[in-house]
């Protein structure tokens, strides 16, 4: 890839609708798997996560490419994907190395512009074991109301980010951003709600893995696409606490030093309960290295979600009327940046990425891990 081509490929693989994004993926890959959400779009469309194999069966070495666990972060995640098969990675893989492109795996939400799923959970935080005892947030508990209060008038407003900003003077800022962001599970609709029970989507990422061998494989690589956190444009590459620092290591193995970690204090994200890579852990151990490439977006803008759950919470029957698009436009533009020089960012962070995992994955000293 160079400059130039950088460039024209962003103005190509971008989208700016689920639709458009499935479309795209169908067309570069027609052989895909549909797996339908039970749940429809804005005007009653049917959703799907898509799926794409390639490789030989039985290769016991395999890269997982997911995009879309955080609904409009799919934009970005889709438009990596189809970088990658434009790439052509996938037509000279050796028959030890396999791939496996999961699109807009929570669909619901790519389409609707949210976050969460259909059951209105952050997806990042449903990978819990559901039969042991759930995390504990107590700072949410404490914040629940001031996190996303009832009354959104000015005065509400204000009531809520004094409450926010008292806790976070006695606290710190650190324990607003855990408060807020590690996952809660007492609270349904709230902000980054893990839920009480795995979502569809989640179950739909264990029926792909299974029904595609991944517990077979010998060695998985795993990039899951995110926007959000970070400088604009920068595509962070975090591991999640539960592989762990020998997953870190495992992950500086493959990807180099740009690597962060919650463990060490590296990455933009703090810890929490319930990622995805809770998942991984559980299927492969250490036959895995997970990370998150994490684009970064615009400053932190707390509205954004509030709004998005405030509506959902008290004006369902509104989340398709003018205030309801509304908001959810704006939580759009705020994970998925409109600009070329944004754009172009992502296809080449993105490429460099696919590049280093493919690399590991078919190199004799891959065996390393």
């Excluded at 990370?291 to 398709?320: I, Q």
Aim: aromatic share 10%; with cysteine; charged share 25%.
């Amino acid at each position: 890839m160079n400059l130039d081509s950088a460039q024209q490929l962003a103005s190509i693989v971008f989208s700016d609708s689920y639709a458009e994004a499935r479309q795209k993926f169908l067309t570069a890959v027609p052989s895909s798997k549909p797996y339908r959400c039970s749940t429809g779009g804005p005007s009653g469309e049917a959703l799907f996560t898509d799926v794409a194999y390639f490789g030989r069966p039985d290769a016991k070495r395999l890269l997982v490419l997911v995009s879309g666990t955080h609904g409009p972060e799919g934009y970005c995640g889709s438009a990596a994907q189809l970088a990658f098969l434009r790439a052509r990675f996938h037509e000279e893989l050796p028959p030890s190395t396999a791939v496996l492109c999961v699109h807009a795996l929570n669909c619901y939400g790519f389409a609707w512009d949210r976050r969460v799923t259909a059951e209105g959970c952050d997806l990042n935080r449903n990978f819990v074991d559901f039969s042991e005892p759930l995390p504990a947030n107590p700072g949410y508990e404490e914040l629940a109301e001031h996190f996303v209060p009832a009354d959104i008038t000015p005065d509400g407003i204000r009531r809520a980010e004094a409450a926010v900003a008292a806790y976070r003077s006695a606290r710190g800022e650190l324990s607003v951003r855990v408060a807020r962001s590690s996952g809660q599970y007492n609270r349904p609709g709230g902000l980054f709600y893990g839920g009480a029970e795995p979502t569809e989507a989640r179950r739909t990422l264990e029926r792909v893995a299974t029904e595609f061998g991944v517990a077979d494989r010998d060695q998985v690589v795993i990039v899951d696409y995110h926007t959000g956190l970070g400088r604009y444009g920068y595509g962070e590459l975090q591991c999640e606490q539960p592989s762990g620092l020998t997953g870190y290591d495992r992950a500086v193995r493959v990807f180099g030093p740009s690597v962060t970690s919650p463990d060490l204090g590296t990455s933009t994200s703090v810890v929490i309960s319930g990622s995805q890579d809770e998942f991984w852990q559980r299927t492969l151990g250490d036959r895995h290295v997970y990370v998150a490439l994490e684009f970064g977006t615009y400053d932190s803008k707390p509205e954004l979600l509030r709004n998005d759950h405030w509506l959902f919470m008290h004006r369902a029957g509104e989340a398709d009327s003018g205030l309801g698009r509304e908001i959810r436009r704006a939580t759009k533009l705020h994970y998925y940046p409109q600009g070329a020089d944004w754009k172009e960012m992502v296809v080449w962070r993105s490429h460099q990425v696919h590049r280093q995992a493919i690399e590991a994955l078919t190199s004799k000293g891959s065996q390393s891990w």
